[in-house]
């Protein structure tokens, strides 16, 4: 059976209910006044920072970055699954253009092969020049028969080419004393038996002068058969010369001396370009892999290849400085930025930052220092980049 309270217990039981109330009023603000206080904190902090942001942004371009020698790091390679059998350098060693670093266990064969083709042209040349010498003899004896015939027919010519103009002259003058007593005869100054014995001179030289022609035109003739054999001995002789050329084999063998020369070279590995041997992958014994055999960079020039931002990369001008920072590095490098990418890539570097981007589209940018000496040793060492827009050489 329920008992009845009092009027002034209600009461009591109604002003508690009015002050729970106002309390819970009271909380409620004071909770949505602090929620709006921070919210307008955060929203001043980040207009503070994009503020911020925005002034770095004007004046600087932050990137990552990495060094690497000038004309990049090169991968000395050969032919792969190929041994190594020598060795020539070792890491950390400065190496010459075109010095050896290796040789490959094909070498001592190649070596042979190829001393053997030398030895080959060797011989060649030497039977070459003795024939050579043997036909240039048997030419000179043609050319010495040659002058042989000219010089004592040409001297036979001569004389009897003065006999026959003597006997022209005699005759001449024979007629002119033959027609004189022909004259005389009819005048009968002269007998008959002095016109007939100058009648018969004429005669006589005139046989002469016959005999003097025929006996010039026989030398003339052997002399021509003279000329012609020597011309054709001359003839035989060069075209024995041209032989000795043409059959040597001396052609081919040189041929064959300069594939020797060429597989040899294939089994050294030289330095296309000086530089330091950054790392070894493959040493005596061992077969080339597809990491090469090693590294090679010219470390007395380094730079910073920084990544810049596809959205930056408008700002960024050759000529402008930067400062490279890291911790591997005891105080911050400066250099000069001196080539500006044409392609954009899927950036390779990322930071230690976790809420950095993975997959940010970014620009190559060179940075050449101006201290190569302090990072010798630092290759592909990750940098931070700073591009001072403001600035330039």
């Given amino acids: 059976m329920l008992r009845k309270l009092p009027a002034k217990s209600n009461l009591s039981l109604r002003n508690i209910a009015i002050a729970i109330a106002m309390g819970l009023v009271v909380l409620g603000a004071g909770t949505v006044f602090v929620l709006s206080r921070k919210a307008s904190q955060s ?5 503070s920072a994009s503020l911020l942001a925005s002034t770095t942004q004007q004046t600087k371009v932050l990137a990552l970055g990495r060094l690497e020698p000038e004309g990049k790091i090169l991968k000395i390679a050969g032919l792969m699954g190929a041994k190594i059998r020598n060795l020539e350098v070792e890491e950390g060693e400065i190496a010459k253009h075109r010095q050896i670093l290796a040789y490959l266990d094909t070498y001592p064969e190649m070596l042979a092969r190829r001393n053997l083709a030398a ?5 060649l040349q030497n039977r070459l020049r003795s024939d050579t010498a043997l036909s240039e003899v048997e030419i000179r004896l043609a050319q010495s ?5 000219d010089a004592p027919k040409s001297q036979e010519l001569q004389s009897q080419e003065a006999a026959i103009r003597q006997s022209q002259a005699a005759l001449q003058q024979a007629i002119v004393i033959r027609d004189r007593n022909d004259r005389l005869y009819r005048e009968g100054a002269v007998s008959q038996e002095d016109l007939e014995i100058k009648q018969l001179l004429v005669v006589q030289l005139q046989e002469k002068l016959i005999q003097d022609k025929t006996k010039l035109n026989q030398l003339l ?5 003279d000329r012609q054999t020597a011309k054709k001995t001359i003839e ?3 075209a024995s010369l041209l032989q000795v050329n043409s059959r040597s084999g001396l052609d081919s063998a040189i ?4 594939l020797a020369d060429a597989q040899l070279e294939q089994t050294i590995i030289r ?10 992958f493959a040493h005596a014994g061992e077969a080339i892999t597809d990491r090469g055999i090693l590294e090679l960079g010219n470390t007395q020039r380094m730079n910073a290849i920084a990544e810049v931002y596809e959205t930056d990369i408008h700002r960024v001008k050759v000529g402008q400085r930067a400062t490279i920072t890291s911790a591997a590095l005891p105080a911050p490098i400066t250099g000069t930025v001196t080539l500006i990418g044409q392609t954009v890539f899927k950036n390779n570097i990322v930071g230690d930052d976790p809420s950095a981007r993975a997959d940010a589209r970014v620009v190559e940018v060179k940075v ?3 201290q190569s000496q302090r990072i010798l040793g630092l290759s592909n060492l990750q940098v931070d980049v700073q591009i001072d827009l403001n600035s330039s050489q």
């Fill in 145 to 149: 028969q040659m002058r042989q015939v």
């Fill in 43 to 47: 929203v001043s902090t980040e207009k």
């Fill in 271 to 280: 330095a296309p370009r000086a530089g330091q041997v950054l790392k070894i």
């Fill in 368 to 370: 050449r220092l101006d």
């Fill in 119 to 123: 030895s080959q042209v060797k011989e």
């Fill in 236 to 238: 035989r002789s060069q």
């Fill in 255 to 258: 041929q064959n001396l300069k």
């Fill in 221 to 225: 003739a052997v002399r021509g058969a």
